[in-house]
């Protein structure tokens, strides 16, 4: 209702070719992808992607960034080809206007892996996120966030190709890295040791995994509170391993655990 508001105020002000006017449409175009509605999402951003473009022009990262904004809702839509296309125009603007020792083409590079990842070519991923990595060391150096969510990325890949030794090295320079510059109470920290723990789980290691999903657990509840869809996907991972390991009486407390927070 108030970007609503914002952006008829700005038309009548403004006109349609004003880029706070392209401001409203993106405001607009997140809220309605947040509440998962992303058809209507999809026409606010592409209204922002044109004026924007009329205003800017092509090469500006205010386009490149729309371009972004829409490759994530075409993935979501399962529409690959058009996301890849969107991050792939991203990119390009990137380069051209930032080089290529940038965060934000580091971004674009992620972008891209995310992508193939979901189509699962993971050798194409691999290499997008490994470029990207290799930007962000160069950039912002080995202890930073963004470093750790490549390692983390990598690790994913690593894990679908069954490259479990691969896997469980990348998310544990994820996990240590995260802990150095976020502390150890922080969401990222917690996805590290999720992410470890899957892996011990698809190599049949059941007692290390739950070590870890513990530890997420416990960092999660501290984080975000026990009402929480991140607090019951965890105790429903917790229950899974409890079922395979015929431990059912702690399986059926964990699952019921998650679903009364999930009915709340």
């Known amino acids: 209702l ?17 880029q706070q006017v392209a401001g409203s449409h993106n405001n607009i175009g997140h809220v309605y992808h947040e ?15 044109e004026i924007e473009i009329r205003v800017f022009g092509c090469d500006s990262v205010h386009v490149a960034k729309s371009y972004n904004n829409l ?15 969107q991050e792939q125009k991203s990119l390009e603007i990137q380069l051209r206007v930032l080089g290529s020792e940038h965060p934000d083409v580091a971004a674009s590079y992620s ?36 470093v750790a969510a490549s390692y983390s990325n990598i690790g994913i890949v690593y894990r679908a190709q069954g490259k479990y ?5 990348q998310h544990q320079k994820s996990l240590e890295i995260n802990i150095r510059v976020l502390g150890c ?8 040791h999720n ?45 899974i391993i409890y079922g395979e390991q015929g431990d059912y009486e702690n399986a059926l407390l964990q699952e019921q655990k998650s679903l009364e927070i999930q009915l709340r």
Do not use: M, T, W
């Open 35 to 49: 509440q998962g509605n992303n058809d209507k999402a999809l026409l606010q951003l592409l209204k922002s992607l």
């Open 195 to 239: 992410n470890i723990g899957h892996v011990y789980h698809e190599q049949g290691n059941n007692d290390k995994a739950l070590l870890q999903l513990l530890k997420s657990l416990e960092i999660e509840i501290r984080v975000f509170g026990c009402d929480s869809v991140h607090v019951a996907k965890s105790y429903n991972n917790l229950g």
């Open 111 to 146: 972008n891209i892996g995310i992508v193939y990842r979901a189509q699962g070519k993971y050798d194409e991923a691999l290499l997008q996120y490994q470029q990207s990595l290799e930007i962000q060391l160069r950039v912002l150096g080995s202890e930073h966030p963004d």
């Open 2 to 18: 108030q970007h609503q508001k914002s952006l008829e105020i700005n038309i009548r002000v403004l006109g349609c070719d004003h």
């Open 71 to 85: 490759g994530i809702i075409y993935g979501e839509q399962g529409d690959y080809e058009n996301a890849l296309l």
């Open 185 to 192: 109470d922080h969401q990222q920290v917690a996805g590290s």
């Open 165 to 169: 030794d691969e896997a469980l090295l």
